[in-house]
């Protein structure tokens, strides 16, 4: 038999998007406020991110001490935080799902809902690479997981397939296990992560960079023995390893949200929000890497904090949105989040990926050929897989009757 219970909000998935959000309502006294989180501890992937990077430039952390740091405040605000615990699937009407853990199935009815899933990496099968099925093959996050949090042991000779920030951090992550980075292989003309950290890995510890070059075949029985890789110009050649890390390309880890019928944005492949988190569900909210993958745990947090403050006026009555005015982006930019204007929201700006380098990048912000808003980025700034930022100033400019919103680099 399922048991039901019911709570004030609910929160899955207990990162920093999750954690923040429930921090901030159960600090404002929003009543019971319970977090889902299907592993057994809290912290979400900072917990196995052992480098730095995360706090603030007054307090850096660790990625587990920034996990650490923002599950305690969530419980000292009284928030509830339950691990092991899955949400499967939602009932027919309102904020009600379906969840199973230590305790058996139950049903938990919320008077609003904050989804927190954040977002994976698609592993080497999705990414249709071919070989028999040898150990050896990682994502960034199996791999941290592995070394960081069981102590396994990994391997002598590693290839990263990948040169954004995650790869670089796997790179480091195999060097702290006592394996030798090969190579980092990147179809991109230069590495997306930032100059100084590609420099370091090149010259301080002597990691090539092999750019326009794609990981095309896994080799070896049992073992990974190698992979063979092909050049920009069709030339293929054999790199021997015996670890393989497929690092980068990440999508939202939305089944809840489609399960639940939200609507999804095509770009980011995550719910639909305006600025202030509304999904197409009343009652739900979605904030994090669920709706754009994928961001620093930092903007996570930011986003779970200003969705906790939306809950707040939707449990004091407001009335939940229209689905408002989409926001598009044209080629060569991918996606922007939020991807709604409704005159409801509680902006605080956009984030936007491009597809590739733009050396002098001006983005233009336009609704049925009117000029919103113009905004000169700095020289050599847009690169992919490379946050860009964009403020929602123009969003009073809007018409709320009138066509999408689209933002183009001309």
Do not use: K
């Amino acid at each position: 038999m399922t048991a039901a219970r019911r709570v004030d909000v609910l929160v899955v998935g207990a990162g920093p998007a999750g954690l923040a959000a429930a921090a901030r309502l159960a600090l404002a006294g929003a009543g019971r406020v319970e977090v889902l989180e299907r592993e057994a501890r809290p912290g979400g992937v900072p917990r196995t991110c052992a480098h730095g990077g995360f706090g603030t430039w007054t307090r850096p952390l660790t990625g587990p001490g920034y996990a650490c740091l923002l599950t305690e405040a969530a419980e000292r605000a009284g928030a509830t935080l339950r691990t092991g615990v899955t949400a499967l699937d939602w009932a027919a009407a309102g904020p009600v799902l379906t969840v199973v853990g230590p305790g058996g199935p139950e049903t938990v009815e919320a008077r609003a809902v904050v989804l927190a899933t954040g977002a994976r990496e698609r592993p080497r099968t999705a990414r249709l690479v071919p070989g028999t099925r040898p150990a050896g093959v990682y994502t960034t996050g199996e791999l941290q997981r592995a070394v960081h949090l069981f102590g396994q042991h990994i391997g002598t000779r590693a290839v990263v397939a990948g040169a954004e920030e995650v790869s670089y951090a796997a790179a480091g992550t195999l060097r702290a296990a006592g394996a030798e980075v090969v190579a980092l292989v990147t179809e991109h003309p230069s590495a997306q992560a930032g100059p100084a950290r590609a420099q370091a890995a090149r010259l301080r510890h002597g990691i090539p960079l092999l750019t326009g070059t794609t990981v095309t075949e896994l080799l070896g029985h049992g073992r990974l023995s190698g992979v063979r890789v092909r050049h920009r110009d069709g030339r293929t050649a054999v790199l021997a390893c015996d670890t393989v890390v497929f690092t980068g390309d990440f999508v939202p880890d939305h089944e809840l949200a489609r399960r639940g019928g939200l609507a999804m944005d095509p770009g980011t492949r995550g719910p639909a929000v305006d600025g202030s988190a509304h999904t197409s569900r009343p009652g739900v909210f979605a904030a994090g890497n669920l709706l754009h993958a994928v961001e620093p745990a930092g903007t996570a947090a930011r986003e779970g904090a200003r969705a906790g403050r939306a809950v707040l006026d939707h449990l004091a009555g407001a009335p939940w949105p229209d689905p408002g005015v989409p926001v598009v982006v044209s080629e060569p930019l991918r996606w922007i989040a939020p991807n709604r204007v409704t005159p409801a929201a509680r902006p605080g700006g956009h984030v936007l990926r491009t597809g590739v380098p733009l050396p002098h990048p001006v983005l233009y912000v336009r609704q049925d050929g009117r000029l919103l808003h113009r905004r000169r980025l700095g020289p050599g700034t847009a690169h992919p897989n490379r946050t860009l930022t964009l403020p929602a100033h123009w969003h009073d400019r809007v018409d709320p009757e009138g066509g999408e919103v689209r933002v183009s680099t001309d």
